[in-house]
């Protein structure tokens, strides 16, 4: 039995999963019953997938299984351990090597998923000195990062460099300052101005975070991201290998004095069992891979392109996206559920973005494209979506 006041926190969310199961609607965590290409099955039924963040299509490339199959063999299925005593193999190394060099960083460290890195480096980097400044529409882990820091947080109006010069602006006193800001934002997919920013940076003395979760394999020479796409430097650089890389895990890039800090003193990566050495080799597979079939970023922006061009033609509005993200506005919440729900039994899942993560009645569709789509798969999918637009009158 649950006592009022916690029955209080508990109702609102507990009874909206309730009446939502209980209509048929509940569409989170769906159980996918086969691995995620371009293509995977739920509900007994093979859908596209048009919301996986395996951008680049490596999810199911059969030589990084392998690689994990071996180091599988060599060292298990867990380290058993945190970094700093038992977690560290020599794939460890390999990893935060090869990546330092691949981004032209001087060092990285690993964190057991991009959450944690976000979460690991902010706190650790912002003490009570600090003035940490964020763009509204970071994702949660950069404002979960804020929230565990010790530094008082200021947001500014999202991509605006008016803004973020006026927050230094009226900050320019104190001894610490510290810009953090997606390089790709999550859900609707735009850039952020990184020229403008890293220059503001500069003249105000603060140092720059960008988190690339979204840039990596997408944006930048060789999918370096969004820091290198425009060629700017930052002070940390943070990733994570859940999307293009089809692994799990983060990592945090930097100067050698700086990672070492964060290595001696972020809660995130001392005090947290470290990554499978499956899954390090997985990841080292990916980066090769990455560099070897380079023709994946390409395919990835003709996709890109298709699928914007479409959608646009059919009469959605895509928020502005202009990268691999591509938001589908709906607009109402019910509907956009309904139709997330049939659309999956006419053969296409997409992730819905609903309140609070988005404003009331300003629910969406994330599509993200992949590598691992052909023209014939991303114009079903176009298809379906517009009929399922006509449908419930979205569309004229
Ligand atoms: N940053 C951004 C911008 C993200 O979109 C995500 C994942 N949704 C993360 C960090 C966290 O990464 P992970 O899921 O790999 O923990």
Known sequence: MINEAYERTIAPVADWVRQTRDNGMYFLEPPFESGQASRSRLRD???IMLSTSNYLGLAEHPEIAGAMKDA????????CGARLSNGTT?????????LSQWLGAEAVALFSSGYLANLGAISAMCDSETVIITDQFNHMSILDGCRLAEGSVKIFAH???EKLEYVLERNADAAKKFIVVDGVYSLDGEIAPLDGISKLAEQHGAMLMVDEAHAVGVLGDGGRGAAAHFGIGSDVLMGTFSKS?????????????LIEYIRHTSHAYIFNASLPAPTVAG???????????SWRIEKLWHNTARLRSGLLELGYEV??????VVPIMIGDDEVALKLANELIDDGLYVTVA??????KNTSRFRANVSAAMDDETIDRALELLGQAGKRHGILS
């Open 72 to 79: 599988l063999d060599q060292f298990g299925p867990s380290t």
């Open 45 to 47: 039924r093979d859908v």
């Open 319 to 324: 928020m502005g996206s202009v990268t691999p």
């Open 90 to 98: 020599k794939l460890h190394h390999e990893l935060e090597e090869r």
């Open 354 to 359: 609903l309140p609070p993560a988005v404003p």
């Open 159 to 161: 991509n605006s460099i």
């Open 245 to 257: 890389l089809a692994g799990v895990g983060g990592f945090v890039a930097g100067s050698t004095r």
């Open 283 to 293: 990841v080292l597979k990916s980066l090769e891979l990455m560099r070897r079939e």
